[in-house]
């Protein structure tokens, strides 16, 4: 309607004595109806070859037969419209589908609106209070069920043979299985390939995260074409860096610093926490392993008799916390510490934070599945300084990319 020019708009407004915002819609499904009329004559007009009564540029023994009154149910609600017929049957109209009642795009609609993670309720009155079409709670979930063969496709398509990075975490929800309310786990996988664009490769639902679901989840990546993985960046989560050894023997891990840090914070008081913090930076922005390891030991002979317990933890992890320090720093920067996935979890909670809980494992994978959809197509630049990242891996790793 914006490309109209004023003077049909304004014709429109005086000659339909338009003055509210009803009077508009009113105008606008009256003339929709029309426009849907004439599409439909003119559709069989082009099928036949010859305008109607025009019998003089007729070349077809097939004719008009009159018309067929069919309800459809559209953006402006459900109205009348008379479907024309040709005598042979042949005319099948692109603009009203056979055996279609529904030509309103609101199945579009209520997807898009529960990817926003709104529920059922809130759906069917939005859909009511815009366009006067009530759905129940039953077909909408009957609506998004249409995802599903949509999300096995997506879950099972082909990888590339080598990954540089992969990000492993999980995010929790609460659902209902067997009458119960149990704690779920969505096991999420990131990939950076070889050209620096993110990916979501993956999105499992399962109980309590162990070494045995994570080894599946590898074995899932490695059945569809993940032949290599460089660096696997994770958090210190129960049984992965077993899982990894176990499918990607020859992977680097590295344990996010960021969570580690998070971890020996919390033994630490108030009042020591800023003086504390300055002193764990000289172990983390160390310039190479050696000096990072003597920095530790000069960090736990002054804080290591008040809070031993914030500082045990990075010796006893030390192997799968300083793999980045051999790096450069541009590789350092992506491996150091999985707040890519943590930004993508976000995204995923802003979508989930007004479910309390899911009715099954397949209604949280429809909202996720949606929600990792719309964050992706927003991931179109690849990481920066990537040219200079993929020649220094090529030469950290030369047999493998």
């Not at 589908?97 to 795009?105: A, E, L, T």
């Not at 679901?213 to 049984?239: A, H, S």
């Not at 317990?309 to 450069?328: D, M």
Request: net charge neutral; proline share 3%; glycine share 6%.
């Amino acid at each position: 309607m914006s490309n109209l020019p004023k003077e049909v708009l304004r014709e429109m407004i005086t000659g339909g004595n338009l003055q509210t915002a009803d009077d508009l819609h009113s105008y606008l499904k009256d003339m929709f109806k029309d426009a849907l009329q004439e599409m439909l004559e003119s559709e069989l007009e082009t099928e036949l070859g010859y305008a109607k009564g025009d019998k003089k540029n007729k070349y077809t023994d097939n004719r008009r037969n009159g018309h067929t009154e069919k309800n459809v149910k559209t953006k402006y609600g459900e109205f009348p419209i008379n479907i024309p017929r040709d005598r042979d049957a042949k005319f099948d109209p692109v603009v009203v589908p056979k055996n279609k009642r529904n030509i309103s795009g609101i199945e579009e609609q209520v997807i898009s609106l529960y990817a926003r993670g709104m529920s059922t309720r809130d759906i069917h009155d939005q859909l009511k209070d815009i366009y006067g079409i009530e759905l129940s709670a039953e077909m909408v979930s009957k609506i998004t069920d249409s995802i599903i063969p949509k999300i096995k496709q997506w879950h099972n398509r082909p990888l590339d043979a080598v990954y540089p990075f992969i990000f492993m975490d999980a995010i929790h929800y609460k659902v209902r299985e067997d009458g119960q309310i149990k704690n779920k786990a969505a096991y999420v996988v990131l990939g950076v390939d070889l050209d620096g664009f993110k990916d979501i490769l993956g999105i499992w639902i399962g109980e309590n995260e162990s070494s045995k679901f994570w080894l599946g989840v590898l074995n899932d990546l490695k059945n569809r074409g993940l032949e290599d993985v460089l660096i696997f960046c994770v958090d210190g989560l129960t049984g992965l860096k077993e899982a990894i050894n176990a499918s990607y023997p020859k992977a680097e891990i590295q344990r996010c610093i960021i969570h580690q840090l998070r971890n020996s914070f919390k033994y630490v008081s108030y009042k020591d926490l800023k003086e504390f913090a300055k002193d764990f930076k000289e172990v983390y922005k160390a310039v190479n392993e050696e000096l990072a390891f003597s920095n530790l030991g000069e960090l736990e002979e002054k804080w290591g008799h008040k809070y031993p317990h914030a500082i045990k933890s990075w010796e006893a992890n030390w192997e799968v916390l300083s793999p980045f320090f051999k790096y450069p720093s541009e590789i350092r920067t992506i491996m150091y510490t999985t707040n890519i996935i943590e930004g993508f979890h976000r995204q995923l909670r802003k979508v989930t934070k007004t479910k309390t809980m899911f009715p099954s494992d397949q209604a949280l994978e429809k909202i996720l599945f949606l929600a990792s959809q719309n964050v992706i197509k927003k991931w179109s630049r690849r990481y920066k300084n990537w040219d200079l990242i993929r020649n220094q891996l090529s030469i950290f790793f030369e047999d493998r990319i």
